[in-house]
């Protein structure tokens, strides 16, 4: 009977899933304990650390630990290593030996499935040079068809790489988009993470025949964080790189060096025409093996009252314009601004921005916060709104101030909503999910946003400033997650700027510990001034 591994991984502090590794990585330390000890550990493919069990000095981030021990096999683990803390790694029992598989050691691709005629596309020689998760991020690799454009429908897809986290994969989905040119969604599949083993090599998607335009995109969502993601494979033996980072609400940029990720796309005789287009999202998700039973749901929810959902559009109206100076972009007055961040220890760095109104949304709240609440905000006839009380009490209740008003809502198109600690590319914290639905709770008389719950994850406002003209912006802004917990303080510059002031790490026993802090320096050209106190209500709603 073949010994079980017995793994304890102890994470002593939680993070984001893997980030891009720079020469300034500060340095800290792991733990490493075998049974029986004296095995070899090897750090990212590259660096003999010593035997075990020892201590050992290694750049902070998400590291490769190779663990060899004549007789035994050989273990991987991906470990987070967080700066200022020791991350122990313990195997209790090492197995027995088989025939040990070789890291790095790429696979041939299988032979194309047939279908007539068949290409695959891909970039480099098919071995890899490194692997990468981006947490906060995804992957994104282009392809042209060239003179080859009868060849226009993919019809599979091929990722080298290997999963990290925990043993067991989570109960959800990656996501795959099939991009136009213009970065607009072709298709949107979903494949399970069951899928994706903790082992090196190469696997392969089906996806039903989609027509494609000649120049077309493969993006990539793994929706990383430490206990779960991919790390994907790159190739640096390329002539010229064809591959991004980004995600679709945020854009895309390319990878910092000359190398592609190992992306394979099967392509097979089409039709002539161009592909059908969705506009900016995805209007249909497909599922990786879609149902064929069309039979109706006989326990589907009926469809809402419509005096219901008059009543709930009514609310959203006011709570998108009592909200709109924070979830959508400071008063007219604030024209241009400049701050000076600093994330931990690292130098304080300057960001201008000269046009207040076109300025991106970590730029605005210098923090990465992106939810539902944005949406609902920008758009309130996009959402289905269930209302909580029944509609003759909320009618009351607006008429009475003094209670608060909870409302159920779906959007049309779920999105991936966003969390961290940083700003646009680096991050201490970070956490993303596909959302489509929550539960709103707004004071009835101002329309302030007290509480917002989706799946996992609850955000809390409080200590509101009053901006003027019915509008009002969270001074504390708290979210609690599944895997992380962000607590983020805010301040308000004349003429109603309203940005971070502080980010927090709430530890066990609930104290703050700082993780970054920013400071406005200047509001249109001028020195910048902190408002005084703004959390007294007005003597009445200008509303």
Do not use: C
């Amino acid at each position: 009977m073949m010994n079980a591994v017995l793994v304890s991984l102890a994470m002593l502090i939680s993070g984001a899933g893997p980030q891009v590794e720079t020469s300034e990585s500060p340095q800290t330390r792991i733990y490493v304990r075998t049974i029986p000890p004296g095995a070899q550990i090897k750090l990212d493919d590259e660096r003999l650390l010593g035997p075990s069990d020892g201590l050992f000095l290694v750049p902070s981030g998400v590291r490769k630990l190779t663990i060899e021990m004549d007789g035994y096999n050989t273990e991987i683990r991906h470990v987070n290593a967080q700066e200022g803390w020791v991350t122990r790694v313990e195997l209790i029992k090492l197995e027995k030996s088989k025939p040990a598989e070789k890291p790095w050691t790429s696979q041939p691709l299988p032979p194309p499935r047939p279908a007539s005629p068949t290409k695959v596309l891909s970039y480099g020689d098919g071995t890899a040079e490194g692997e990468r998760s981006l947490g906060g991020s995804g992957h994104l690799i282009k392809f042209d068809l060239g003179k080859d454009s009868a060849v226009n429908q993919v019809v599979g897809l091929e990722l080298f790489g290997s999963r990290y986290g925990d043993p067991e994969p989570p109960r959800e989905d990656f996501h795959v988009y099939l991009l136009d040119d213009k970065n607009e969604v072709i298709k949107e599949l979903r494949y399970p993470y069951s899928k994706l083993k903790r082992e090196q090599r190469w696997y392969a998607f089906d996806v039903p025949p989609t027509t494609v335009t000649s120049r077309f995109s493969v993006a990539l969502s793994f929706n990383p964080h430490r206990t779960k993601g991919f790390l994907l494979g790159y190739d640096t033996d390329i002539d010229a790189s064809h591959s991004y980072t980004g995600l679709l609400a945020r854009g895309f940029a390319t990878v910092p060096k000359k190398y592609d990720w190992m992306v394979r796309a099967r392509m097979a005789s089409g039709r002539p025409e161009a592909a059908e287009r969705f506009g900016s999202r995805a209007k249909v998700i497909e599922e990786a093996s879609p149902s064929s039973d069309s039979t109706a749901d006989p326990f589907a929810a009926p469809p809402p009252d419509p005096q219901a959902q008059a009543l709930g559009q009514a609310v959203l109206r006011r709570v998108a314009y009592a909200n709109r100076h924070w979830l959508i972009g400071p008063p007219k007055a604030v024209e241009s601004y400049e701050f000076t961040y600093q994330m931990g220890d690292d130098p304080p760095k300057v960001y201008r921005v000269p046009d207040a109104s076109q300025a991106r949304s970590g730029l605005l709240q210098g923090t990465t916060f992106y939810s539902p609440l944005h949406e609902i905000v920008r758009h309130p006839e996009s959402v289905t709104v269930e209302l909580r009380s029944p509609v003759s009490l909320l009618n009351k209740v607006i008429m009475s101030p003094g209670e608060t008003i909870a409302l159920d809502y779906k959007l049309d198109e779920p999105i991936d909503a966003a969390f961290g600690n940083g700003l646009e590319g680096k991050w201490r914290g970070y956490s993303e999910r596909r959302v489509g639905e929550g539960t709103l709770v707004v004071d009835s008389k101002t329309f302030k946003i007290l509480n917002h719950r989706t799946k996992g994850v609850e955000q809390r406002f409080s200590e509101f400033a009053h901006l003027g003209q019915g509008s009002y912006a969270p001074q504390r802004i708290k979210i609690v997650g599944d895997s992380m917990t962000f607590d983020w303080d805010f301040a308000i510059y004349e003429p109603g700027l309203w940005i971070l002031k502080e980010a927090n790490w709430e530890r066990d026993d609930e104290s703050r510990l700082p993780m970054a802090n920013l400071k406005v320096t200047k509001v249109n050209g001028l020195e910048a001034t902190v408002r005084g106190d703004t959390t007294k209500a007005p003597s009445s709603d200008p509303f």
